[in-house]
């Protein structure tokens, strides 16, 4: 009975639906988007936390069963639990003001102020009837101040929240002095009222500005694997510029004066279109060789630069192996291999550090690339894998892809450095 209750209702198990929802809602997020979720859960789970220990458990343990507290206690219990709902309601918005997403309404937290004011009206109440012992009452104070402070402390400035916090220390001061005049009593108040907003303003500004400066890089990350796309198609263009500048402007002028030649009936017209017909024909063997050298890529530049733009981007690199002595073709496949998989990492995957192997085998050479990043690389592109198996096939070469490891992401290229070797299909 227990193993069917674990049963769902698409006949998984529970544990399963876990690890659904884990490859859905984590594993595809980046290491910042991680990160932020795992802040805003806890501070959802912070105000339910202060509420339940500071507030429900002293409450029910220590309320006086009179009539007039005991209703005073139900309302501050039902206002506390409003006020928790009120508080993760605004979590999310409050934090996408603080990192300047979005703009957050100017009477957005009139509701969160209006429930607090009235649990601290409550809990002076319930001091002044004596319905429960003075303890619990400065508890009380702490648990109402805590949930909305962690909301305020993202949107107001810190002199700001520091000074009303300090104005309103005093107020509760002056109200606990008529209601119940122990000077103990009266200076914990004040105590309780700075520790709740301290504690508040420190774990909302803390974890946001940790989350400010993980986006940051994360932002950083994202610009140097653009710039270093923008720099190769930079290097393209100057390349081809070279090779059909002087050409294209050498066409232009022999066409002119085979035009001027023409017209006065000169057969050197035909001489100057046949040497145009030559340049032009030169210029496009050398296009050609510009373009082909773009997508031949060579195994040694390939490794130095997936080295360099990974490193760039905050991901450590390590290389071993060299590419020196291996046929053209070889390297030009490993090479989009390596070229393949770096952008892969930069753009799908979220590794802290990636490592690339080349080594010889009696025939052939085996290139391995790993990386931590699993989750949304191993998903990302069935059509870049496809691409890179159709061109080893062409040198008979093979490719493996997939989980290795918990989080460990793995793709293995093999390629023979003679002869023919049967095709295999591998699937990841």
Same mark, same amino acid.
């Given at each position: ?54 507030? @429900?458990? #002293?409450?029910?343990? +220590? ?7 005991? $209703?005073? /206690?139900? *309302?501050?219990? %039902? =206002? ?98 008529? @209601?119940? #005049?122990?000077?103990? +009593? ?7 009222? $700075?520790? /709740?907003? *301290?504690?508040? %303003? =420190? ?104 080295? +360099? ?120």
């Amino acid at each position: 009975m227990g193993a069917e209750a674990l049963r769902d209702g698409g006949g998984g198990t529970v544990f399963g639906w876990i690890r659904g929802w884990q490859r859905r809602h984590w594993r595809e997020r980046s290491k910042a988007e991680r990160v932020e979720l795992q802040s805003v859960i806890t501070w959802y789970a912070t105000t339910w936390f202060f509420s339940l220990f500071w507030l @429900a458990l #002293p409450l029910v343990g +220590g309320l006086d069963h009179r009539p007039l507290p005991m $209703a005073v /206690g139900g *309302l501050l219990l %039902l =206002l506390g639990a409003l006020q928790c709902v009120e508080a993760n309601r605004l979590t999310r918005s409050v934090l996408d003001h603080y990192l300047g997403r979005t703009e957050l309404p100017p009477r957005a937290l009139r509701p969160a102020a209006v429930l607090l004011a009235l649990e601290l009206a409550l809990t002076v109440a319930l001091a002044a009837l004596g319905g429960t012992d003075a303890a619990a009452i400065r508890l009380f104070i702490g648990a109402a101040l805590l949930p909305f402070g962690l909301l305020y402390g993202l949107v107001a400035p810190i002199r700001v929240f520091l000074r009303r916090s300090a104005v309103l220390a005093v107020v509760l001061m002056a109200v606990f002095a008529w @209601a119940d #005049p122990d000077p103990a +009593g009266i200076v914990m108040a004040g105590v309780l009222t $700075a520790f /709740g907003a *301290l504690f508040s %303003l =420190l774990a909302c500004r803390c974890g946001a500005w940790t989350l400010s400066v993980l986006w940051e890089a994360e932002r950083a990350r994202e610009v140097e694997a653009r710039l270093a796309v923008a720099e190769e198609r930079l290097r393209f263009g100057r390349d081809l510029h070279d090779v059909m500048g002087r050409n294209l402007a050498v066409i232009a002028l022999k066409s002119e004066l085979a035009v001027q030649l023409a017209r006065r009936g000169r057969p050197d017209a035909v001489e100057q279109m046949i040497e145009v017909q030559r340049i032009a024909q030169e210029s496009q063997r050398e296009v050609r060789d510009v373009v082909r050298g773009y997508r031949e890529a060579d195994l040694g530049v390939e490794l130095a630069g997936a080295q +360099g733009v990974l490193k760039a981007a905050g991901i450590s690199c390590e290389v071993s192996g060299e590419a020196g002595g291996l046929p053209a073709e070889v390297q030009s496949a490993l090479g989009w291999v390596v070229r393949e998989t770096t952008t892969n990492v930069l753009r799908h995957g979220d590794p802290g550090q990636c490592t690339v192997a080349l080594r010889r085998t009696e025939g052939h050479v085996v290139l391995t690339v790993e990386n931590d990043g699993a989750g949304s690389t191993a998903g990302d592109g069935g059509s870049g894998l496809a691409g890179l198996r159709e061109r080893l096939r062409r040198v008979d070469g093979t490719l493996e892809a997939g989980l290795v490891g918990a989080g460990v992401f793995r793709v293995v290229a093999e390629v023979p450095l003679s002869g023919k070797v049967a095709v295999r299909e591998v699937t990841s």
